[in-house]
């Protein structure tokens, strides 16, 4: 269980062998990796924190996954598990993140100056565009594995360093259990509010103990700016707008990141980051940038196209429903956005959305016109 | 290897005193605590003072939320069982559902055995609201699995459909389903299917793990109304009990369908033995037989059931402690069901109706689930009569309500004997 010591006060009296999961039904990446040697090897390690192997692995042993799609299996419960668990995280982060190696290290590029383009794409395809991504304060242990008294202390230095950001980003926090029901209606409306997860993956890793205390969401005023505190990550934030201009919302993003990694730092404290794995957060899916920018984006043609997927890969993007990850797209708009997160900038995650939907509008208005596109296919990014 | 380490433990009954020697393990060791009996485990790792970690239970209606003050909080966080249990890990469950405006739940959750002492100042008093005043520091709780004190117990088949009494049984040395380990699991399984595999006769069965059963058997047990399922609830997925599902995980029957266990679900094992009919003193005597007869099996191995003199039978829910006995039988109470009197009857009659899906569903047509209310307190003797009586005297009415009679409201009957 999250947040005790009795995995390792009481599994050291049995074998590994008599602990080891029943693996042979799973299909997630902590499945693919975890032998019974390396369990072994595992099994007696601890984080400062106590987060331990069985902690790491819970959800995957409880979600054995789907046939088609690869989950992750493994969560962190701090910063060190990334380390004291290499042997586990490694391989699972190198066949995540596209032969990411343990020696490799990775770039973050959050100068918004170096983005080109972007200010264009045409909004009679392009509805919205978004830029999301999660950070970490060092020295407190991730949701898998946090107390009250740490979640909280998040939530106050979150609300602290919010709430002395100004102009554009000026804003307000509202805690999930203090919120008045027109708060809530409103914050509904805007597709702002954060829920109590429900999906299995999140419940089996201790993330939503004692909802919803801790849990809140801040906006600016303008609601281009949003930061959801204690849900999946410590912080998530959000920099989005409707229409076609990923410049701006990402001018935003980059801005109102770095204006609050300055006010955590006054206050004594820094996001989780290393050079090798970018920025730490709870899923190792999510490290590097923990990037997803995107757009919705009319393409009903396109999407139609033998070769649809087949551009998407090539131009290292991924396709989703406008509902988020596992929704269908309705009315052939579709949610668009980088497949990467680790291995390469934020800057170049987002100049790939933004030339690679340039393209793809392209492509549409060529098929709407009833002409090929075959000289516009991409090379292989 | 693990049994050979549960025949250290104590093999008689008296409170679970256990020392655990962690071989290799991190952990810092044993204190002392001079104010319990058990050797508590080593103290848990505090950033925060205990003000700082106390639990939002201001919206909360659980039996937890109305005994966990900030004093009672601040003396037991830091203290944890030999195994590890710690009290946050004990109120999870109910710090994560508030509960119902009219329901109360209780909101926490045993890890082994010594729980139950170590964490006494906050789950003496829930089991004191739960189950209606008895005080486990004070009072004896009395086991009874004789079934030849048993008097009438053959109901008119015209109303009782079927009969059916279930209990617990937790195996001593092992932790509960919040906090065992993979390994620990599995040993309850390992030791169970041994016992099992020892009834003879009329109880001579056949276990089916669920990781291994075929579609053919799941189909089955299903259509026998055997089958459990994962937890869904979230008053048992925020404990911690579904882990690892469905590993170590199984359902045990006797050919003849009318004795069952459910290994490694709530508890370490849930017993049930079932008719259809009205035959409760049949059903009982089989319970007792087969209860006794699987004590005996284990007790051959070194192994004994989870049990002291003052909490009966250890199970994981304080709800279920005593007896853990639900006796109870599907009953067809047209008349009685629509009369204003009839939820005063079963309280003074010390009864308890449910819809005929279990706990929580709505009764189909005017058939109902009636049982016992009462767990701790009273033996198993004692609460199979008092439903015996007690449905007795519902269907008494019934017959009175069909031949245009009066019928009348019992005196309530005493509940501690």
């Not at chain 1, 709870?282 to 551009?311: A, M, Y």
């Not at chain 2, 449905?391 to 005196?411: F, H, M, S, T, W």
Request: negative net charge; hydrophobic residues 35%; charged residues 25%.
């Amino acid at each position: 269980m999250p947040f005790g010591n009795t995995h390792n006060q009481l599994k050291m009296n049995y074998t590994a062998e008599q602990e080891y999961p029943d693996l042979s039904k799973h299909n997630n990446h902590m499945a693919k990796v975890l032998t019974l040697e390396m369990y072994a090897n595992l099994r007696d390690k601890q984080t400062p924190s106590g987060f331990t192997v069985d902690d790491v692995i819970q959800t995957g042993v409880d979600n054995p996954g789907h046939p088609f799609i690869m989950t992750v299996g493994c969560v962190a419960g701090d910063e060190e598990t990334y380390e004291v668990f290499k042997e586990l995280l490694d391989p699972v982060i190198e066949d995540r993140h596209g032969g990411y190696k343990p020696t490799d290290k990775h770039k973050t590029d959050l100068n918004p100056d170096n983005l080109q383009g972007g200010d264009d794409l045409d909004p009679n395809y392009v509805l919205s565009s978004r830029v999301r991504t999660g950070r970490s304060i060092r020295g407190f242990c991730l949701p898998p594995h946090c107390s009250r008294g740490e979640r909280r202390g998040i939530e106050s230095l979150s609300v602290e360093a919010l709430g002395s950001l100004d102009g554009d980003l000026k804003g307000k926090y509202y805690a999930l259990k203090d919120m008045t029901e027109e708060e809530q209606q409103q914050l509904i409306d805007d597709h702002f509010l954060f829920d109590k997860p429900v999906s299995p993956l999140l419940l089996a890793s201790g993330m939503a103990r004692d909802w919803p205390d801790g849990r809140g969401i801040w906006h600016n005023d303008n609601k281009t700016f949003l930061v959801w505190v204690n849900e999946e990550d410590h912080l998530r934030v959000i920099s989005m707008q409707k229409g076609g201009n990923m410049k701006e919302v990402f001018n935003r993003f980059c801005t109102g990141l770095t204006k609050i990694e300055e006010l955590f730092k006054e206050k004594g404290h820094e996001f989780m980051w290393n050079e090798h794995l970018g920025y730490v957060l709870t899923c190792p899916s999510n490290l590097g940038t923990g990037l997803r920018g995107g757009v919705h984006v009319k393409l009903p043609n396109v999407s139609k196209h033998e070769k649809f997927g087949e551009i998407l890969k090539r131009l290292r993007l991924q396709k989703r429903g406008t509902g988020g990850v596992d929704t269908a797209a309705v009315g052939g708009v579709f949610d668009i956005s980088n497949a990467d997160r680790l291995g390469f900038s934020e800057v170049e995650l987002v100049q790939m959305v933004v030339d690679g939907v340039k393209l793809l509008v392209e492509m549409e208005k060529r098929l709407e016109a009833g002409q090929s596109i075959d000289d516009l296919m991409p090379e292989q990014k | 290897m693990a049994s050979s380490f549960a025949r250290v433990l104590s093999s008689k009954r008296k409170v679970g005193i256990l020392s655990l020697v962690g071989a290799g393990s991190l952990t810092v060791g044993f204190f002392l605590n001079r104010e319990q009996h058990v050797n508590a485990g080593a103290n848990v790792r505090r950033i925060y003072p205990p003000s700082a970690e106390y639990p939002d239970l201001r919206k909360h209606n659980n039996c937890m939320a109305s005994h966990l003050t900030p004093a009672v909080y601040a003396k037991l966080c830091d203290k944890s069982t030999p195994n590890g249990y710690t009290l946050d890990e004990a109120i999870q469950t109910g710090v994560d559902n508030p509960g119902h405006p009219f329901i109360k739940t209780v909101g926490m959750v045993a890890g082994d055995e010594e729980s139950y002492e170590v964490f006494a100042d906050l789950f003496n008093p829930v089991i004191k609201e739960r189950h209606n005043g008895y005080d486990p520091c004070t009072m004896k709780h009395p086991t009874d699995l004789d079934s030849s004190k048993i008097r009438g117990g053959n109901f008119d088949e015209k109303y009782v459909l079927s009969s059916r009494v279930r209990t617990g049984r937790s195996i001593r040395g092992l932790s509960l389903p919040p906090a065992c380990t993979r390994a620990e699991r599995r040993e309850v399984e390992r030791v169970v299917i041994d016992a099992v595999a020892g009834l003879k006769g009329d109880l001579a069965g056949k276990y089916y793990s669920l990781t291994l059963m075929t579609d053919q058997e799941q189909q089955q047990l299903i259509d026998d109304h055997f089958l459990f399922d994962k937890p869904v609830s979230p008053l048992l997925t925020c404990a911690g009990m579904a882990r690892d599902w469905p590993d170590a995980r199984g359902i045990w029957h006797n050919n003849e369908k009318t004795f069952l266990v459910w290994v490694n679900e709530e508890d370490h094992t849930r017993v049930i033995s079932m008719e259809k009919g009205g035959n409760m003193k049949r059903v009982f005597e089989r319970f007792c037989k087969g209860l006794l007869e699987v004590e005996r099996l284990i007790q051959e191995k070194g192994w004994e059931f989870m049990w002291n003199e003052h909490l009966g039978y250890i199970l994981t829910c304080p709800s279920n402690l005593g007896t853990g006995l639900r006796a109870g039988v599907h009953v067809t109470l047209p008349r009685l069901s629509k009369d204003p009197r009839f939820p005063k009857i079963l309280d003074n009659l010390r009864l308890q109706k449910r819809g005929t899906g279990g706990v929580d569903t709505a009764a189909v047509g005017s058939t109902f689930d009636i049982s016992n209310l009462d767990r701790l307190g009273q033996s198993e003797v004692q609460l199979v009569q008092t439903v015996i009586d007690g449905v007795n005297y519902l269907i008494e009415c019934e017959k009175r309500l069909e031949k245009g009679q009066d019928i009348k409201i019992p005196a309530p009957i005493s509940q501690f004997k």
